[in-house]
């Protein structure tokens, strides 16, 4: 028999005989009218476990994890107010239920049916998967939440503080708010969910704002491990910066007092706080799993005793709010109109094709006030010495710091995160002077943690901010890719385009190093971030294409809310020549503030018909040192700087190669997963005969020392490549 039928048979039986579990006796200060409505939200929640259990069996429902034994965090959400945005743990229905309780207009029966039902007329996802989420409860969808939505939640939080200094146009949290974020007691273990505590004590340590509030719902079980007795209070107890309440989950009495204590220490001292819930799991971890494979009948049977419904109902009963007669008809009405709203939900319209289920990966466009940019006298105070060096050619390291100074005076919502951004201007100097130029708080030098980096700037961008974090190192960014994948480029595809992430990641990248670092400092694999739906990654080659990129990346963050990677070429910061010491060939005036490169443009240098040669970053200066080499073989070549690396710009790159008999691409990232295997599948489609060859990077690591670049290409591998097509 399934589990859910023993539980509500039950809850029937046990009800009508009065045989109902001890517990304390109800204390604190929740309202009768309150505890009933906590009530009703439980049964509601408990009434949609069992209707999408019903719906799976019958082919009408699909992929669920249920809240049966979490319903006491209703009283979570009752002490909070429906303007605190919550990030929530995929067990927290009776959560959002209660708050929509909390907010005129809401069906949230029928929404949440539409949602089991994978409608495309669910009001979050658009049938897209079963999430919790809510815009008018101000419930951000969460897909997965084993721990990747805490860093956020630690920038969200931030953000609060930081709008109360620099308010942006598009900020939606108000100044009094907090952020709550639950997870689950295995979860608490996960490296990113360290990660987020470690930054919110280390935050807090500091003095500086963060009214955030975790929330554990400890269970006592991950799936089908057990946590061990006593673990997550031994841990959270004592740690520095960081308030440690607890309650009993069962006990909605003593929950709401003590999620209101909570709320009310991290609403007034503007702190972090940790909130230990204890709760029991019905049913299983999610679908079809049954618990009596992995846990003794007895002990499954235990837990099943101390139903939260059985202990609402004692705790109604004996402040006289609700008899359990009474009770029982509200959990038998609820059941009854659930299953007749469901029979209901299964017939709207779901997603058919993949247009349909694609129309939420890119976020719709928002309406941002006009700039006109900064006077002339701001920028002169602001640049000081260095605005009488832009007439000068310069490197591009200088290029893109001056670039970032005028975007960050025109836009004040722009903040910069990362690991040595302010004081110290980055590893390479690039963001020299900024925070002397914008504070600390607009440049911030966040702790040594990459996830932490993003999860602030993918909070912040809740707010209305535009995060432009820093990761200082390709390879560094795997440690915390998660958060661009599973977190900011499916806010909106899970949201149907009500929640966003708009940011500019900038990242140090690629190779040519000399002798620095080995693979950890010079890393050519771009795949993690080409196959990121929805992400647009740029990548320039030269310092004035490097600033007039990234005014395109901020304006398509800003306007358009899109998620921007642009990697910057670390041999390139530097690059003064080209052809011989000290001709300055690779130095470039600052352009105009006016001047952008419009996303997916492609760049051309020379008209040559023999060959073109199709490449990026170093590609295109080591092209470009072969030039010369090229003509005096009777090479009639051009070089095509793709710079918007994904998507690719397809019909530009067509367009680009027109009347060229030959096509070499040249590809600095690895043989294997590179982006010559995608150029070359897109000429080989779009211009069918055209001789096509590749020159790329061999499928290895990147050493340190002389051989720096012996596994890349080369001016010598690109002539001799050149040559052999050509022949």
């Known amino acids: 028999m399934d589990r859910a039928d023993i539980v509500h048979d039950n809850f029937l039986r046990r009800i009508a005989a009065r045989d109902i579990p001890h517990g304390s006796a109800p204390s604190g200060a929740l309202p009768a009218f309150q505890a009933v409505e906590i009530y009703r939200a439980a049964c509601l929640s408990r009434a949609l476990d069992r209707q999408s259990r019903v719906m799976q069996r019958a082919g009408q429902g699909f992929y669920t994890i249920g809240s049966s034994g979490h319903e006491g965090l209703g009283a979570v959400a009752t002490a909070l107010r429906p303007t605190d945005m919550a990030f929530l743990h995929y067990r927290d229905a009776a959560f959002q ?58 920038g969200a939080a931030y953000a609060i503080g930081a709008a109360r200094r620099h308010r942006p146009e598009h900020a939606e949290l108000p100044e009094d708010g907090i952020v709550y974020c639950s997870f689950g007691d295995a979860s608490a273990n996960h490296s990113t969910a360290q990660g987020a505590f470690n930054a919110a004590q280390w ?62 220490y991290v609403r007034t001292r503007r702190k972090p706080a940790f909130l230990h819930i204890r709760t029991i799991r019905l049913y299983g971890h999610a679908g079809a799993d049954m618990p009596t494979t992995y846990l003794p009948r007895e002990e499954v049977e235990a837990e099943e005793a101390q139903d939260p419904l059985l202990h609402m109902v004692r705790g109604l009963d004996q402040i006289g709010a609700m008899t359990p007669e009474a009770a029982l008809q509200v959990y038998t009405a ?52 260095d605005l009488k060096q832009m007439a000068e050619p310069q490197i591009m390291s200088r290029l893109i710091n001056w670039a970032l100074t005028d975007l960050m005076l025109e836009h004040r919502e722009i903040v ?59 390879a560094y960014l795997h440690n915390a890719e998660d958060q661009l994948r599973g977190e900011a480029a499916t806010l909106p595809f899970f949201s149907n385009g009500q929640y966003s992430n708009p940011m500019v990641l900038r990242i140090a990248g690629l190779g040519y190093q000399k002798g620095f670092g080995g693979h950890f400092h010079n890393d050519n694999s771009v795949a993690v971030l080409r196959d990121i739906p929805g992400l647009i990654l740029a990548c320039p080659s030269n310092g004035a294409d490097a600033a007039r990129m990234l005014r395109e990346c901020v304006r398509l963050a800003r306007e358009e809310q899109r998620l921007v990677v642009f990697l910057e070429p670390i041999a390139l910061y530097p690059m003064r020549d080209l052809h011989g010491e000290k001709d300055g060939g690779w130095m470039q005036t600052y352009p105009d503030p006016s001047e952008v490169i419009p996303f997916g443009q492609v760049g ?76 070359m599948a897109h000429f080989h489609e779009a211009c069918p005969g055209i001789p096509l060859a590749r020159v790329t990077a061999e499928d290895s690591f990147i050493a340190t020392g002389p051989a720096y670049a012996a596994t890349m290409p080369s001016r010598d591998s690109i002539l001799a490549a050149a040559k052999e097509i050509c022949a």
């Open 97 to 154: 239920i209660a708050r929509s309780r909390q907010v005129p207009g809401q069906s949230i029966a029928w929404d949440m049916l539409l949602s089991f039902a994978a409608s495309s007329e669910d009001p979050i996802s658009g049938g897209r998967h079963k999430v919790l989420g809510s815009k008018a409860l101000n419930i951000p969808p969460q897909t997965s939440t084993i721990a990747s939505h805490l860093p956020k939640a630690m």
């Open 203 to 264: 935050t807090s340590y500091q003095g500086i704002p963060l009214p955030l509030l975790f929330a554990c719902e400890d269970n006592g079980i991950g799936i089908s491990t057990k946590t061990p007795k006593g673990w997550i209070a031994a841990s959270f107890q004592n740690r520095p910066g960081l308030k440690y309440f607890a309650c009993d989950g069962l006990d909605m009495f003593d929950t709401f007092a003590t999620a209101q204590e909570a709320a009310h």
């Open 334 to 385: 609820t059941n009854a109109r659930v299953a007749r709203i469901a029979a209901e939900a299964v017939t709207r319209p779901r997603l058919t094709d993949a247009k349909g289920v694609m129309a939420a990966l890119i976020p719709p466009k928002r309406a941002c006030k006009p700039t006109n940019g900064p006077s002339p006298d701001a920028r002169a105070q602001v640049f000081g010495s």
């Open 416 to 474: 910069m995160m990362g690991e040595d951004v302010g004081r110290k201007g980055g590893v390479y100097g690039v963001t020299q002077k900024l925070q002397a130029r914008f504070g600390a708080d607009r440049m911030i030098d966040t702790l040594l943690d990459e996830q932490s980096i993003l999860g602030l700037a993918i909070g912040m961008a809740q707010n209305g901010f535009i995060p432009m974090p820093e990761i200082q190192f390709l």
């Open 604 to 679: 051309c240098h020379g008209a040559g018909a023999d060959l073109a040669i199709v490449t990026f970053g170093n590609g295109v200066y080591l092209s470009r040192q072969a030039e010369p080499a090229l003509a005096e073989a009777g090479i009639r070549a051009r070089i095509i700087d793709t710079r918007w690396l994904s998507p690719l710009p397809k019909e530009a790159l067509t367009q680009a190669v027109a009347g060229a008999k030959r096509i070499l691409i040249v590809d600095e990232t690895r043989h294997t997963g590179g982006m010559a295997e995608a150029l």
